[in-house]
Nanobody, 116 residues
């Protein structure tokens, strides 16, 4: 079965950095586009970044462009989100998502808290 396990969240001061990881299993990772989403308290889940399966082309939300970098290592079935220059408004639970067989699969998320 498809499994996505996020890790790397934590508490960081404003201006700091974190690297999130999402380990995937149960599907052919190298053939799947991968995405990171986040959900802040009281807000809807929003797309943060995505990376294609073949070319590795990336897309970012305007709010994180230039600060966050999504990458993948197919040999490790892992997608990463490097987050730099973090702001308090980046505080959220971060989820990775994978499409497979017409469905979207989600991990359980990892909490990122950015203090002032």
């Amino acid at each position: 079965q498809v499994q996505l396990v996020e890790s790397g969240g934590g508490l960081v001061q404003s201006g700091g950095s974190l690297r999130l990881s999402c380990a995937a299993s149960g599907f052919t990772f190298s053939r799947s586009a991968m995405s990171w989403y986040r959900q802040a308290p009281g807000k809807e889940r929003e797309s943060v970044a995505s990376i294609s399966s073949l070319s590795g082309s990336t897309n970012y939300a305007a709010s994180v462009k230039g600060r966050f970098t999504i990458s993948r290592v197919n040999a490790k079935n892992t997608v990463y989100l490097q987050m730099n220059s973090l702001k308090p408004e980046d505080t959220a639970v971060y989820y990775c998502k994978a499409p497979y067989n017409g469905m979207d699969y989600w991990g359980k998320g990892t909490l990122v808290t950015v203090s002032e």
